[in-house]
């Protein structure tokens, strides 16, 4: 079995960081399909429907998070984890950082499309 190790721009999570981030995705899926039922059931106005992003987004950022092994939150705190949950180190250097972050900003990117996508298709 390979060990997961920390390499900037790539891999920032181990795996009990990315089942975290799964559940996340999980949650924020039950949170748009209640709140979508609960917004076609009462018959409210379809522009309702945008508030659907934020739990959408959230959902994706977790999935997206979990599936690349890299966390965005960490990356713009300078530090990983491939311990136990709740345990940190800082990442050594200023270029790796940046690579961090550059990832960190285009998996947010990602999210916020796919949020954007699915809330406009749910208004319409």
């Known amino acids: 079995m390979t060990e997961i190790k920390y390499m900037a721009g790539v891999c920032n999570i181990g795996p009990e960081e990315i089942k975290r981030r799964r559940n996340i ?3 924020g899926l039950v949170i748009t399909l209640v709140l979508l039922a609960i917004l076609v059931a009462t018959g409210v106005n379809h522009w309702w429907r945008l508030f659907m992003f934020f739990p959408v987004t959230l959902s994706a950022s977790g999935f997206i998070q979990a599936a690349f092994g890299f966390c965005t939150g960490f990356a713009s705190k300078g530090v990983y984890n491939f ?5 940190m180190e800082k990442v050594g250097d200023e270029a790796s950082k940046q690579k961090d972050k550059r990832k960190g900003t285009l998996l947010t990117l990602y999210a916020v499309c796919i949020g954007i996508v699915v809330t406009l298709l749910a208004v319409i």
């Open 83 to 87: 311990g136990p949950t709740g345990g």
């Open 25 to 27: 995705g999980w949650l």
